[in-house]
């Protein structure tokens, strides 16, 4: 089995985004602001977002199945409220969970959270219980930076974060560290603000000991570690220096990269400096780059040709990275699957 642990709701019918700009306009203008239960999207109208996109490419390119989780550039934490986040974020919860329901051989949902600057994440805690409990949810995906690029959030390492810690131990779940829209004119969202956010949550949980306090805590770092893989030597250097344990005991029993690197050398690195046990294939398609690459005539998020074609991964190496390493680090998943007898 191949399993992409990193899919993005970003075909979501057009009814879902008209929702939102009138959730947004509401909080300047509260007569324009809508109802949840105004938003219909037929079951015909997702299959149709899903058939036609996602199911599709997964098809053509030889994936069977995804961890599917809310369009992350559309979380926007930012915006509003709490209130504001909570509601959107129940909503986009539940179209991810009736996707998995009308194709559960090929989706599984994980769920953002109802993040919101300078707001306890304790209140994030109902959404996901509700997510795991009620839709089998196999993971999370949290925002280390819900002020979208200003960074006022204290470091993932601080206890202001251990409610969600708590409950993700609790369940057992991995989170995917995942910012969403950049409004810094300084960061471009995809090309700096995302793979900014992997380097730094890496840098800070290097500084911290956070898996002391959480030894069976699980993240999932994506787009191949922004710039950790690149400059691992760096990364290994500077925990000499702050007098950290070796990085493999450090921080590689509680972290993970996944293959969301979208060229040849850039997997090579990967694989050659990461180790095996630490790398989950991902895509992210249909996401921040749609593009054919013109030197090899291949989509650039076609990533499984790279992850086929790496000398450095042997028969048994590559389908850890395909299946073993997402069931071992995603245990709900797992359980789903031999539940279906796979």
Not at 82 to 87: D, E, G, I, L, P
Not at 189 to 198: E, I, K, Q
């Amino acid at each position: 089995m191949i399993i992409d642990v990193h899919g993005h709701y970003t075909t979501a019918p057009a009814a879902l985004g008209a929702w939102r700009d009138l959730q947004i306009a509401g909080l300047k203008d509260p007569t324009k602001a809508p109802k949840a239960s105004e938003l219909r999207i037929s079951d015909d109208e997702l299959r149709e977002s899903i058939e036609s996109n996602q199911l599709k490419l997964m098809k053509q390119r030889g994936s069977d199945l995804t961890i599917f989780s809310p369009r992350a550039s559309f979380m926007a934490h930012h915006i509003g409220d709490f209130s504001t986040s909570a509601t959107w974020a129940a909503i986009c919860n539940e179209l991810c969970y009736r996707v998995a329901q009308l194709f559960p051989d090929h989706f599984v949902p994980a769920a953002m959270l109802p993040q919101s600057p300078g707001v306890d994440p304790a209140t994030c805690i109902p959404e996901l219980v509700k997510c795991v409990e009620q839709y089998g949810n196999v993971g999370i995906n949290l925002n280390p930076d819900p002020s979208g690029g200003h960074w006022t959030s204290p470091p993932l390492t601080d206890r202001h974060w251990y409610p969600i810690y708590e409950k993700m131990v609790e369940y057992d779940i991995p989170a995917m560290i995942h910012v969403s829209t950049s409004c810094n004119a300084c960061f471009h969202t995809t090309g700096a603000h995302y793979l900014n956010a992997d380097t730094t949550a890496f840098m800070q949980c290097l500084t911290g000991d956070l898996f002391k306090d959480f030894p069976t805590l699980k993240f999932l770092i994506p787009h191949g570690g922004g710039a950790v893989p690149y400059h691992w030597g760096r990364f290994r250097g500077l925990a000499q220096e702050l007098k950290k344990p070796l990085l493999d005991e450090h921080l590689l029993n509680n972290i993970f990269f996944d293959t969301c690197v979208y060229h040849q050398p850039g997997i090579n690195l990967l694989t050659d400096v990461i180790p095996v046990k630490n790398i989950l294939f991902a895509s992210e398609m249909i996401g921040a780059v749609r593009g054919i690459d013109p030197q090899t005539g291949h989509y650039y998020d076609d990533t499984k040709r790279y992850v086929e074609a790496t000398a450095n991964l042997t028969d048994e190496e590559r389908q850890l990275v395909y299946e073993g390493n997402a069931r071992r680090v995603f245990p709900r998943l797992d359980a789903q699957l031999k539940a279906k007898g796979l």
